[in-house]
C-alpha cells in the first residue's frame, strides 16, 4: 500500500524546464521501483522514465538527454527534472510505484507547453 501526491505541473514555454515532484507515503528505498507516466488527450499512457530500488534508470527515448529521474530517499520522494519542454510533452503526468506485485498511482498533475 503506498500513497502517492504529485506536485510541480503547469503551464511553461517551450524550451523550458520543470520539475515534478512525487511524495511518496513509505520509505522509497523499500519500493521496487518508482515510475513517471505522462497521458496526453486521445492518447494511451506511456511509461516515461524508471528509477529502480538499485538506482537504475531507463527513460522513454522521446524525453532521453531531456528529463532526468531521481530520488531523495530522506524525503520519500521522486522528481522528474523536465528541460527542453516541447509541445508534445504536453500531457498528464503520473506518478506510480511498483510495490509487491501491484503498481500504485498518484492522481496525476498536468504539464502544459506551448509554442
Known amino acids: 500500500q503506498v500513497q502517492l501526491v504529485e506536485s510541480g505541473g503547469g503551464l511553461v514555454q517551450a524550451g523550458g524546464s520543470l520539475r515534478l515532484s512525487c511524495a511518496a507515503s513509505?520509505?522509497?528505498?523499500?519500493?521496487?521501483?518508482m515510475d513517471w507516466y505522462r497521458q496526453a488527450p486521445g492518447k494511451q499512457r506511456e511509461l516515461v522514465a524508471t528509477v529502480t530500488s538499485g538506482g537504475r534508470t531507463n527513460y522513454a527515448d522521446s524525453v532521453k538527454g531531456r528529463f532526468t529521474i531521481s530520488r531523495d530517499n530522506a524525503k520519500n520522494t521522486v522528481y522528474l527534472q523536465m528541460n527542453s519542454l516541447k509541445p508534445e510533452d504536453t500531457g498528464v503526468y503520473y506518478c506510480?510505484?511498483?510495490?509487491?506485485?501491484?503498481?500504485?498511482w498518484g492522481q496525476g498533475t498536468q504539464v502544459t507547453v506551448s509554442s
Open positions: 513509505r520509505n522509497i528505498f523499500r519500493i521496487n521501483a
Open positions: 506510480a510505484a511498483d510495490s509487491g506485485g501491484n503498481k500504485y
